[in-house]
């Protein structure tokens, strides 16, 4: 690594010169050097570009793997199918770049300005966006899974849908991972693609960004030993926190079958047209199914003790409560918010 040779500076040189950035007299001479540099195919991997001015360059595949591109000045580049995989790119500006099929797998974008850059196709896995401005910058199909997003100003981006942030294999790996301060930012980092999608009208992506935030918050309270996790996974388990209202359906189904068992154990009921008349299990389902719904006949009826009657009024609450949870679920689940 060699030191820029302007006396008293200790910053790095910057690559194919002796000095810094901000110590290289003829930068325009530094720029034109450079651009034959590229143009010849010069080795660009791990080099030293802090702070340079690059913008409106053509650099379309060009190996910046690795290299220190802090604060560097890109704007109106070309980088079509550039490979910047685990590059320093903390406060660059990228802003009306040609990203399209870009790797930025792991690189460092805190801070930086993608404003109205292009990132279709862009690879952005377990990229930092941190506080980094994507106004007006078009991500469609860009790769944005385990990618970290916090203060990320994204609500007047473009293209951006549910699918960006989907992977087949490793669907659990980036929460289960995830430390306190990692889950606080990904819960915030939900909420902001929440917004998102509400403001662009894209209601199944904003279902998803809510159902994520707050099982964000329940995986917060979980790591904090906070009892109101308790009601949280309830709510999980019962209707993904009123965004799936199939949970409701499957769980209403596990409850009357949990019931009919508990009646069918104890011969809890009796028939009262025929007292002598032994129910068969269909009879006891069709009790629980009528007794879970509150329709409540009167053909069968619990026999009359206390425990009995205890687990027909049990049956029957919660059947009441469960219907209207289900109701308000397909309500919010389909209407327009
Ligand atoms: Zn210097």
Known sequence: MAICRF???????????????????????YREKLATLIKENAPLKGVNLSK??????????VDL???????????????????LKNAELLGSNLSDCD??????????????????????????????????NLSRCDLW????????????????AISLSKKNFHHRANKFLSTYRLNEKGILSAEEAYRDLKSYFLANGRYDDASWASFKEKTMERLLLKKKKNLAYLP?????????????PHRIVLSSFFVIMLYTMAYFMLKA????????????????IYYSVITFTTVGYGDFI???????????????????FMIGLFIFTLARKYSAR
């Open 65 to 83: 793997s690795e290299a220190n591109l802090a604060r560097a000045n890109f704007s109106g580049s070309i980088l079509f199918d550039a490979n």
């Open 99 to 132: 990203l399209t099929s870009a790797n930025f797998d792991g690189s460092d974008l805190t801070r930086s300005s993608l404003q109205g850059a292009r990132l279709w196709h862009a690879n952005l896995r377990n990229a930092t966006l941190v506080e980094a």
């Open 302 to 320: 619990p026999k009359s003790t206390l425990l009995f009657r205890f687990l027909a009024a049990s049956e029957a609450f919660i059947g009441a």
């Open 52 to 61: 340079v001015d690059l913008s409106n360059l053509s650099l379309a595949r």
């Open 269 to 284: 009921i009796i028939y009262t047209p025929a007292l002598r008349y032994r129910p068969v299990i269909t009879d006891y």
């Open 7 to 29: 006396e008293g500076c200790k910053a790095e040189a910057v690559f194919a010169s002796e000095f810094c950035w901000a110590h290289i007299e003829n930068r325009s001479a």
């Open 232 to 244: 949280s996974s309830i709510m999980n388990l019962l209707c993904g926190y009123g965004e799936k």
């Open 141 to 156: 199909n860009a790769n944005l899974f385990n990618t970290r997003l916090w203060r990320t100003d994204l609500l007047q």
